[in-house]
C-alpha cells in the first residue's frame, strides 16, 4: 500500500473538494474560479503531505490571463499536484476515460471542468478535444494534457500523440511546454510507495506558437515541442543520453 498517512490525507483532501463541487454541479451552480481555489488547496495539501518540494523556472513566460494548451512529460501520479502549483494559473486536464469511472472523483472532475478521453477511439476523443476548446476560450483557462499519454517508467520520452497538437492548432492557442523531473522519485507506475522529502525540479519553457504551424506542419509542431521539454529537462540536470531511449519509446507505444 502507499504510505498509510500520504494515502489518508490524499483520501481526505480528495473528498474535501469533490464533495461540495458535486453538490455545486447538481444545484446548477458550479463556479470555474471556485474550482481553481479548491484545486489549488487539494495539490497543496498533497505536496505537504508527501513533504514534497517544488522549485520552478521560468514563470515569467505566463502571459497575463492568457490560455494555453500546456503540454509536459509525463513521470508520476505527483506531476498532477506539481503542475498545478508550479503554473498557479487556471488549468484542467485532458484525463483518460478510467478516471472518471472512479465513484464521486469522477463526477467531480466531470463538473469542474476536466476532460476526459477515450484513448481506445480516436474520433470520441478528438470530440472531447473539440469541446474543451470550447470552455478553454470561454472560460480563460488552460488545459494541460501530457503529450505521451502515459507515466514514464524510467524517465524517458515516449511517442507524442498529435489531438493535443491539433486541438492547439484549431484553437489559436499557443503551446506552453513544461518539463518536469523528480516526481519518478517520488512515486513512481507499478509501485505502491510513497517517498518523502524529494525535490521536483520544474522548468516552464517559452510559449510555442501551434497556429503558425496549422495542420500542415503538425509534426513540426510535435519535434518543437519535445525539444523544448528535452533542453529543459537537460536544464533541470537530466541525462539526454536517458530521454530517448528508442527500447522505450517501442515499449509505451506497444
Known amino acids: 500500500m502507499l504510505s498509510a498517512g500520504v494515502l489518508a490525507r490524499a483520501a481526505y483532501e480528495t473528498a474535501k473538494i469533490c464533495v461540495p463541487t458535486i453538490v455545486d454541479g447538481l444545484l ?50 505527483f506531476d498532477i499536484p506539481v503542475v498545478f502549483q508550479a503554473l498557479g494559473i487556471p488549468v484542467r486536464m485532458v484525463a483518460k476515460r478510467e478516471l472518471f469511472k472512479i465513484p464521486i472523483m469522477g463526477l467531480a472532475m466531470r463538473y469542474s471542468g476536466f476532460v476526459e478521453v477515450d484513448r481506445a477511439r480516436h474520433t470520441k476523443a478528438m470530440r472531447s478535444l473539440n469541446a474543451a476548446r470550447e470552455r478553454l476560450l470561454a472560460d480563460q483557462t488552460s488545459v494541460w494534457i501530457a503529450p505521451e499519454g502515459t507515466r514514464s517508467l524510467d524517465g524517458s520520452l515516449g511517442k507524442f500523440k498529435r489531438g493535443g497538437f491539433n486541438l492547439a492548432i484549431d484553437a489559436g492557442l499557443r503551446i506552453l511546454p513544461v518539463c518536469v523531473d523528480g516526481t519518478l522519485r517520488v512515486h513512481r507506475a507499478k509501485d505502491n510507495r510513497v517517498h518523502k522529502d524529494q525535490t521536483v525540479r520544474v522548468v516552464i519553457r517559452p510559449p510555442i506558437d501551434a497556429p503558425s504551424y496549422g495542420r500542415g506542419r503538425a509534426e513540426e509542431l510535435v519535434r518543437a515541442v519535445r525539444e523544448s521539454i528535452i533542453f529543459g529537462l537537460r536544464q533541470s540536470g537530466v541525462d539526454p543520453d536517458s530521454l530517448n531511449r528508442p527500447d522505450a519509446e517501442a515499449a509505451k507505444e506497444a
Open 28 to 77: 446548477g451552480r458550479v463556479d470555474a474560479r471556485v474550482c481553481d481555489q479548491r484545486l489549488d488547496s487539494w495539490s497543496r495539501q498533497l505536496l505537504r503531505a508527501a513533504r514534497v518540494t517544488v522549485e520552478t523556472q521560468g514563470r515569467e513566460h505566463l502571459v497575463g490571463s492568457e490560455s494555453f494548451v500546456v503540454m509536459s512529460n509525463h513521470q508520476s501520479h
